[in-house]
T-cell receptor
Framework: RKEVEQDPGPFNVPEGATVAFNCTYSNSASQSFFWYRQDCRKEPKLLMSVYSSGNEDGRFTAQLNRASQYISLLIRDSKLSDSATYLCVVNDPDSWGKFQFGAGTQVVVTP | EAQVTQNPRYLITVTGKKLTVTCSQNMNHEYMSWYRQDPGLGLRQIYYSMNVEVTDKGDVPEGYKVSRKEKRNFPLILESPSPNQTSLYFC?????????????FGPGTRLTVT
């Protein structure tokens, strides 16, 4: 079983709509979670860190559900520029240096 | 400009011919790491370094070597490349103080081993 799993999609979303997707992780002791965005095999870039209480950054909202071991990302009022692959990243609780990445969820926003 | 640079960006080589991919960052970050990305598998960590002269294995270290002699540089060495090392490679760096934060990635190196 993969340590971090994501629905690969694609999620086809009309412009202006809301899309949400999850990422599950296997190690219940994990403490640090992130969403990164990757465009077309370019370098990943941090979208947002995910905090225990949930956090929002403009149109993006991230939530953490420790009981069910998943994090979620919700994008409101989708823009064409939101089309990308969203990577879930979890820090290994036994090492600040180790990270596990999900394979990514592809989002395609259509006009 | 704060950045992570990698060279070369594209490389086609043959099995067994030693190669080095360089990575350099200008942000004075203690932490650096190498990842490979393959379709359907996501990024997998090869090696990481928490500081100069400190390196540790990631999840897929076999067939790779690294060194960290200077804070800014973290080269990835393939002593005897094989076709299964054909992949997209990313180097990353981040601060180690405070909360675990953003990793800054280089632009990637596309390696093909024939």
């Amino acid at each position: 079983r993969k340590e971090v799993e994501q629905d690969p999609g694609p999620f086809n979303v009309p412009e202006g709509a809301t899309v949400a997707f999850n990422c599950t992780y296997s190690n219940s002791a994990s403490q640090s979670f992130f969403w990164y965005r990757q465009d077309c095999r370019k370098e990943p870039k941090l979208l947002m860190s995910v905090y225990s209480s949930g956090n929002e950054d403009g149109r993006f909202t991230a939530q953490l559900n420790r009981a069910s071991q998943y994090i979620s990302l919700l994008i409101r009022d989708s823009k064409l520029s939101d089309s990308a692959t969203y990577l879930c990243v979890v820090n290994d609780p036994d090492s600040w240096g180790k990270f596990q990445f999900g394979a990514g969820t592809q989002v395609v926003v259509t006009p | 400009e704060a950045q992570v640079t990698q060279n070369p960006r594209y490389l086609i080589t043959v099995t067994g011919k030693k190669l080095t991919v360089t990575c350099s960052q200008n942000m004075n970050h203690e932490y650096m790491s190498w990842y490979r990305q393959d379709p359907g598998l996501g990024l997998r960590q090869i090696y990481y370094s928490m500081n100069v002269e400190v390196t540790d294995k990631g999840d897929v270290p076999e067939g790779y070597k690294v060194s960290r002699k200077e804070k800014r540089n973290f080269p990835l060495i393939l002593e005897s490349p094989s076709p299964n090392q054909t992949s997209l490679y990313f180097c990353a760096s981040r601060k180690t103080s405070g909360r675990i934060g953003e990793q800054y990635f280089g632009p990637g190196t596309r390696l093909t081993v024939t």
